[in-house]
């Protein structure tokens, strides 16, 4: 079964400090995996898409390593802003299947 | 580009009653449109997919005869929930496929979510 396995479920930062979110994977056969960005009420939007062969791709002060491999994948966010403060959402997909993590809420505070 | 709007943003109706959500495309040509409902603090959960001019597939577990879906153009697709009861209120989001972009790296765009509420 495929499935994809986020990690804090939520966390709390301080305005300016950064972090980092995790992602496991069991999706197979691998086309991609996307983090997407999801503010309360509205759609994901796209942050980074890496395919097998990449490892790291950033996207302003977000940043997104894949290690196919051991099949994970960590999404930094440098230097948080209040506007960071959302749900982020690691999809994984096979062929043109998208599986969808959980999310990891993130809460950034003055 | 690659816009994706969604009507009604928000919508109330009461028990048994249909409602009818867009999904379209603004700036681009989707072949596929995919839609997704969304549980408080849940990931989106595919529905169904929808393709131009054929009939939807359906995820297992989703009533086709309750979720009609439409994708009648390259831009436009719908969800018409009938005989709505209060278990099917959810945000329910679409997202579309560029149909320029080939290949299995495509990149998918998400509509803005409809909040349906139904009393």
């Known amino acids: 079964k495929n499935q994809v396995e986020q990690s804090p479920q939520s966390l709390i930062i301080l305005e300016g400090k950064n972090c980092t979110l995790q992602c496991n994977y069991t999706v197979s056969p691998f086309s991609n995996l996307r983090w997407y960005k999801q503010d309360t009420g509205r759609g994901p939007v796209s942050l980074t898409i890496m395919t097998f062969s990449e490892n790291t791709k950033s996207n302003g002060r977000y940043t997104a390593t894949l290690d196919a491999d051991t099949k994970q994948s960590s999404l930094h966010i440098t230097a948080s802003q209040l506007s960071d403060s959302a749900s982020y959402i690691c999809?994984?997909?096979?062929?043109?299947?998208?599986?969808f993590g959980a999310g990891t809420t993130v809460t950034v505070r003055a | 580009g690659a816009v994706v709007s969604q009507h009604p943003s928000w919508v109330i109706c009461k028990s048994g009653t249909s409602v009818k959500i867009e999904c379209r495309s603004l700036?681009?040509?989707?072949?596929?449109m995919f839609w997704y409902r969304q549980f408080p603090k849940q990931s989106l959960m595919l529905m169904a997919t929808?393709?131009?001019?054929?009939?939807?597939?359906?995820e297992q577990g989703v009533e086709k005869d309750k979720f009609l879906i439409n994708h009648a153009s390259l831009t436009l697709s719908t969800l018409t929930v009938t005989s709505a009861h209060p278990e099917d209120s959810s945000f329910y989001i679409c997202?579309?496929?560029?149909?320029?972009?080939?290949?299995?790296?495509?990149?998918?765009?998400f509509g803005p979510g409809t909040r349906l509420t139904v009393t």
């Open positions: 929808s393709n131009e001019g054929s009939k939807a597939t359906y």
């Open positions: 999809v994984v997909s096979a062929y043109y299947k998208l599986s």
């Open positions: 997202s579309a496929r560029d149909r320029r972009l080939a290949g299995k790296n495509y990149e998918q765009y």
């Open positions: 700036d681009f040509q989707a072949t596929t």
